[in-house]
């Protein structure tokens, strides 16, 4: 168990290694495929007025996000509800789609802080 405890940290160094040596290169390289989605000139103006646009966009989506979600909790309430009908495989889809949203918070959470990392770097 311990050296296959070793073999994934040395694994998870070599692949942190290497995201931080192609990492600021990529994210160049991916500002320059997507300029054209650049707001010229970025100043701080403009960026308060875009900051702002999807602040109220996203505020005016509110509603139907709040709708959607109790049609959802309602599907699960009625699931609930049958659950002696429930099988193995629905459960089992239920944990891996739990445990497939764990993941990509964390994994979101590393590209996040080395994105972060490498623009303050740059």
């Not at 994994?107 to 623009?119: K, P």
Request: charged fraction near 25%; charge should be positive.
């Amino acid at each position: 168990m311990a050296s296959k405890l070793h073999q994934l940290r040395s694994k998870i160094a070599a692949a942190s290694e290497f995201t931080s040596k192609h990492g600021c290169a990529y994210y160049k390289q991916l500002m320059e495929q997507n300029k054209k989605y650049v707001v010229e000139p970025p100043t701080v103006e403009k960026c308060n007025e875009l900051s702002k646009q999807l602040f109220y966009t996203r505020l005016a989506s509110l509603p139907g996000r709040y709708e959607s979600f109790w049609k959802e909790l309602d599907a699960v309430k009625q699931l609930w509800k049958n659950r002696h009908e429930l099988k193995v495989e629905d459960a089992g889809i239920a944990a891996l789609f739990g445990l497939e949203c764990y993941c990509w918070f964390c994994a979101g959470e590393r590209v996040y802080y080395h994105w972060l990392s490498c623009v303050i770097l740059t």
